[in-house]
């Protein structure tokens, strides 16, 4: 199982980005997916999640600014971020509960994609 993350890179203060994550291998469900960042010298926190039925949490750093979203049938998580912030400059991490075939059993595990960097500047 892998989680490849993509769509980051350099926008001004104000502006937009998506990013992206897709889920591939032997994928026998996904549960919740979310999206995490760190900072520099900050531990990593959780930035949106989503679970399976479409309920979302943001960061209150966030909310109104980020709309988290999935497609199920791509086994994809994306990130809409908006107005962004010089603080919302960071690696960004997605993270998925999978179920999935690992050789010949069935496991459900936490799997994180490889980040994505996202850096606000002018």
């Known amino acids: 199982v892998q989680l490849q993350a993509s769509g980051g890179g350099l926008v001004q203060p104000g502006g937009s980005l998506r990013v992206s994550c897709a889920a591939s291998?032997?994928?026998?469900?996904?549960?919740?997916m979310g999206w995490y960042r760190q900072a520099p010298g900050k531990q990593r926190e959780l930035v949106a999640r989503?679970?399976?039925?479409?309920?979302?949490i943001y960061a209150d750093s966030v909310k109104g600014r980020f709309t988290i979203s999935r497609d199920t049938a791509k086994n994809t998580v994306y990130l809409q971020m908006n107005s962004l912030k010089p603080e919302d400059a960071a690696v960004y991490y997605c993270?998925?509960?999978?179920?999935?075939?690992?050789?010949?059993?069935?496991?459900?595990?936490?799997?994180w994609g490889q980040g994505t960097q996202v850096t606000v500047s002018s």
């Open positions: 989503i679970s399976t039925g479409g309920t979302t």
């Open positions: 993270n998925a509960q999978i179920v999935a075939w690992i050789g010949t059993l069935v496991r459900g595990g936490d799997y």
């Open positions: 291998g032997r994928i026998v469900s996904i549960g919740d």
